[in-house]
Every structure is written in C-alpha cells, then in structure tokens.
C-alpha cells in the first residue's frame, strides 16, 4: 500500500531513527513529513492517517503514490532514461596541493592545531565528471546523485550497486546486514502456531540477560519463528546492538493484567469448570491454535481436571502465560527484509548537503547511506528528505 510517511510531530522522527539521528537534522528540517504529505496531496494523491500515525494512499494502491511521481517528473521535464545499467560512476582526481617547503614554521600554536586538525578531515580530492553504462555509453554531467536503494528486496533492482560505486570513489561502506526483519527461532513448537497472529501482546528481547528492546503491538508466528511489526522493529535493535550473540525473545500474552489479576481471572475460570479437563478450561484465554501449545510449555498434563491443578502449577501456567519464552537463533535474508541496515559511512558525506566530503558534484540520497529506522514510514521520510536536500544542492537551489 505504501507507508509514504508518518504524521508524527517532527522531533518524534528522529527518534525513530537507529543511528546518525543528527545527520538527518538539516535534511528532515528542510522537507519535513508536512512537506511530504503536501506535496503528494499536491500532486493527486489523496492520503490518510491510520493506526500509529502512518500516511498512506487514500485508496491503498502504491501504484497513486507511483503515478504522481511519474507526473511530477513530467511536468517538471525530467529525460528518464529507462533500462540502462550504469556500470561506474566516473571522477577525475584534483591535483594534490603543493607542501609547504622545509623551514616554513607556523609561529602561532593556535594555527598549527587548526592546521593538524583541518590535516585529519577526509577532504574533496577528486571531482564527478558523469557515469559511464554497461553499454560503454558515457554521460557527462557536473553531479550524481546515488540514490540505488540498499540490497533488500533483490527482485524490486536492489543490486547493491550504489555500495560498489560509493566505494569505487573512495568512500568506505559501514558493515551491511538485513534489519526490519522476521527472527528464526530454534523452538519446534513455534511450527504448530504457524499463521497465528496476535494483537496487543508484550515483546521484550533480552541479549546476556540485558533487555535491548520492549514494546507493545502485533506479531506473526510463521514456519521458520516469527514475525509481524512487533518482531521487525524487535529484529531492528538486534542488529544494531547484538547480532550474532545469544538472545532470548520473551512474549507476554496479557500485557493487561499483572500476575495477581491474572491469577484471580485463571482461578474464576478453574472454578466455573472444576470438573472439566485442563486444556478444555482454558477456551476462553486464548485462540484456538495456542490451547495444545500452552499446557505443553507450562509442564501440565492437558487431561488433568481441574480440580487436581496444583497451586504450583496454575502459578507456572501464569509464569508462561506472562514469559512465553523463545530463543532467537538469527534473522532472514535480505529477500525478506524491509531495509538495509548499513551503507556509506555518514562522516564522509556533508549533512548540510548531502555531498560526498571526498568527490566534489558526487551525492547520495535514502537507504544507500548508513541510515535505518523503524517501521512507520520512518525509512521512507529519510528517503524523500536526504533525496530533496541531495537534488537542491546538485541544482544550486541552496
């Protein structure tokens, strides 16, 4: 359908960013979600606020979001040039500046520092002259804008290219990795809920024994362990701050009720069905596919009646119920991956314009450079604001 964006207040879009929030501070000042959203609306695309304050196409077709930048681009007289590969990105290096001669001694300990200081900055050594395709065709310009996508979603063109031509330039790429991503669990038992979906329930990831992340929402037991929105932003964290380490995924099933309430709501349904097996006195708490799931993962034999449920075994029934516990033992590919994290180290591209500090007239936009954020239409809005800043730069409209 396409989250085009979110209609969060716009400090709230930067902390929805994983890392390098502050990069993005001209960028997302200088075409903010308003903008974003008015500017669609401008343009035919009619749009609504939903759950989350996520934006999306008014009629749930990506395919409106798709045409108004199709006619924008025509209107504004932009020559596409359609299925022709770009096999590099062509520069030409700039003469290095002569050294100072031997004996040229700075008398000021002030400008020697700034000297020695400005020495360590990566700074402009080369220009862009155009790209040259795989047709051997050469196209000469005075500024590219990479702006290729990450490697998520291979079918949709997401190549890598933009890493090879980034580093072909002289820039250095932070280590890349799949992220809004579903988690592979090592429990069989995750198989049997295959295609069960749950809403309003607890997702707490611990790394070691220290808790990365925790938050409330929908989630997605699938064939291989789990996913949904809860498990993608969850799936995020973990591979910022703990990819490749032990990591337990702890579900709570009734984020509502503390233990004691949920204690007291168990012992009212014991008592309605005291005659009654286990697994058929727990209908009511849960959805069908959970029932032989959950005696099972709280030790209790499903057959045993009720009235023989010990208080040590309805208190580990709560426990399970509150700590569904599940061991995550990595993450999907890229082909299910909503981004990239990763990309073009952000210290060696100007905030301010979105340029490279190395290659004069080169700029890079969207999911290309180091940047990632949660669902929501967050890695959108970092698409649309680095790709305004980079194409008024390249313009001279700044």
Not at 32 to 45: I, L, P, R, S
Not at 139 to 148: L, W
Not at 265 to 288: G, H, M, V, W, Y
């Amino acid at each position: 359908r396409c989250n085009v964006t979110n209609a969060c207040e716009v400090e709230d879009l930067f902390s929805n960013v994983m890392e390098h929030d502050k990069f993005l501070y001209s960028a997302i000042y200088g075409f903010d979600n308003q903008a974003v959203m008015q500017f669609f609306e401008n343009a035919g695309c009619k749009l609504k606020v939903e759950r989350g304050q996520r934006v999306f196409p008014e009629s749930d077709h990506s395919s409106d979001v798709i045409r108004a930048l199709d006619t924008q681009l025509k209107l504004s007289g932009v020559n596409l040039l359609l299925n022709r590969e770009v096999d590099s990105v062509l520069i030409q290096k700039l003469a290095e500046e002569e050294e100072q001669p031997e004996g040229v001694i700075e008398q000021s300990q002030d400008k020697y520092k700034k000297k020695k200081a400005n020495k360590n900055k990566k700074k402009q050594n080369a220009v862009v002259t155009g790209v040259k395709l795989k047709n051997k065709e050469v196209i000469s310009a005075d500024c590219v804008i990479i702006a290729t996508g990450g490697i998520s979603y291979v079918l949709t063109g997401s190549t890598g290219d933009g890493y090879r031509f980034a580093k072909d330039c002289g820039h250095s790429i932070a280590e890349l990795s799949p992220a809004l991503v579903p988690f592979q669990i090592v429990e069989d038992w995750c198989k049997e809920l295959q295609g069960l979906s749950l809403r309003n329930v607890t997702a707490t990831v611990e790394v070691e024994g220290k808790k990365i992340y925790s938050d409330f929402g929908e989630m997605l037991f699938t064939h291989y362990g789990v996913s949904g929105p809860l498990m993608l932003s969850a799936s995020s964290y973990y591979v910022h701050k703990a990819k490749g380490k032990n990591a337990k995924l702890y579900i709570d099933l009734k984020p509502a009720l503390s233990k004691e309430q949920l204690d007291k709501r168990i012992l009212r349904e014991f008592d309605e069905n005291k005659n009654k097996q286990f697994k058929n006195a727990i209908t009511s708490l849960f959805p069908s596919k959970l029932l032989p799931v959950m005696p099972k993962l709280a030790n209790i034999n499903p057959d045993k009646k009720v009235n023989e449920i010990t208080k040590e075994e309805r208190e580990r029934f709560v426990d399970t119920i509150k700590h569904m516990e599940l061991t995550i033992s990595g993450i999907r590919d890229y082909n299910e991956a909503i981004v990239t994290k990763g990309g073009v180290n952000v210290s060696e591209v100007s905030p301010s314009t979105m340029e490279s500090k190395l290659v004069k007239g080169l700029y890079f936009a969207g999911e290309v450079l180091d940047l990632d954020a949660l669902t929501g239409g967050f890695n959108l809005q970092i698409a649309w604001s680095t790709g305004y800043l980079a194409g008024a730069s390249a313009a001279g409209m700044l």
